[in-house]
Structures are given as structure tokens and as C-alpha cells.
């Protein structure tokens, strides 16, 4: 089945220059980028995307960290793999979420630690299910940011200011 995921590398993965390392062992999944930034977490994009986490003790912590709060690298690389089983191919590439119970072999067994807080540090995020990529893909990109189109669209008009270079 032909599928979309998104994939986050977080700040620890940038500050650590792991990114490198990171695309490489994706690339073995043989997927095809569709679309790829590399943005702010801003408090709200961080508290959607881990809304299901909301409450737990750790929430803060977490939310501080995807923001980059905790490093003092204040940004994501975002990225969508679109292809056959995408999801299944990523998450078994990434690895558990627990870097110590993670194989070796994976991202996170690779690169991720514990903090003595307990909070995970596994430098990426990769959705868990179609459900969870749709809606984490439509909260970090816009239609027209991906190269192929893998949700319905809509055209819309909308007045709106930029910033441009002066």
C-alpha cells in the first residue's frame, strides 16, 4: 500500500549534526521525499503535534524540547517519505521510542539517550499510523509545499502578509 509519513529530525539530531547519518539510514528504505523543510517548532505546532501526550508529567519538558529549548538549536528538519508501506519501513528504521530499549541497529538505539530527567531524547520523530500521518503532515506542511498531491485540496483565497526581502 502506497503511504505518506512524516518524519521529524529534532533538535538534538541538528545539534549533534546527525542529520547526515539520519537521511542516510533512511535512504535504505528506498522511499522518495516528497517534501522537506527545515522550520521552527513553535509552542503550538509542538502542543498539537503532541496533544496526545497533554497531561502526562512530562508534557512541558517535551514540548520545550521539540521547540529546541533544551539545546538552544530553535529548529526541526521536517520531511514526508511517501512510497510502498512507508510507515511500517520508517518506524522499523527509527527504532522504539525508548532509545534503550531500541535495537542498536536503529536511529534511536544509534543516537538517542535519556536525559536524567527521563525524558527521551531520540533526535526523530516518524508517525505511527495513516491517521497520525495525516494529521501531523497536515499540521507541518501545506499543500503546496509537497511535490505530489496526497490529500485532497481545495483552492482557496486568501488575503495574507509576508515578509520580503527589502
Not at 539530531?13 to 516528497?34: A, D, P, Q, Y
Not at 498539537?48 to 524540547?65: C, D, R
Amino acid at each position: 500500500m502506497i503511504q505518506q509519513t512524516l518524519v521529524l529530525i529534532k533538535p538534538d539530531g541538528l545539534i549533534r549534526s546527525l542529520t547526515g547519518n539520519i537521511l542516510t539510514r533512511l535512504s535504505e528504505t528506498k522511499l522518495e521525499i516528497v517534501a522537506g523543510k527545515v522550520c521552527r517548532a513553535t509552542r503550538e505546532i509542538a502542543e498539537q503535534h503532541y496533544a496526545h501526550l497533554k497531561g502526562q508529567p512530562f508534557f512541558n519538558e517535551l514540548i520545550q524540547y521539540l521547540q529546541g529549548e533544551l539545546h538552544e538549536r530553535r529548529k526541526v528538519m521536517a520531511l514526508i517519505y511517501w512510497g510502498e508501506d512507508a510507515i511500517a519501513k520508517v518506524r522499523e528504521l527509527t527504532g522504539e521510542t525508548n532509545p534503550e530499549k531500541a535495537s542498536p541497529t536503529s536511529i534511536r538505539g544509534s543516537f538517542g539517550r535519556i536525559r536524567t530527567t527521563g525524558l527521551f531524547e531520540n533526535v526523530v520523530h516518524a508517525s505511527s499510523d495513516p491517521l497520525e500521518a495525516e494529521r501531523e503532515i497536515k499540521l507541518w506542511f501545506q499543500p503546496d509545499e509537497i511535490i505530489i498531491d496526497i490529500y485532497p485540496t481545495k483552492k482557496a483565497k486568501k488575503e495574507v502578509t509576508v515578509r520580503e526581502w527589502s
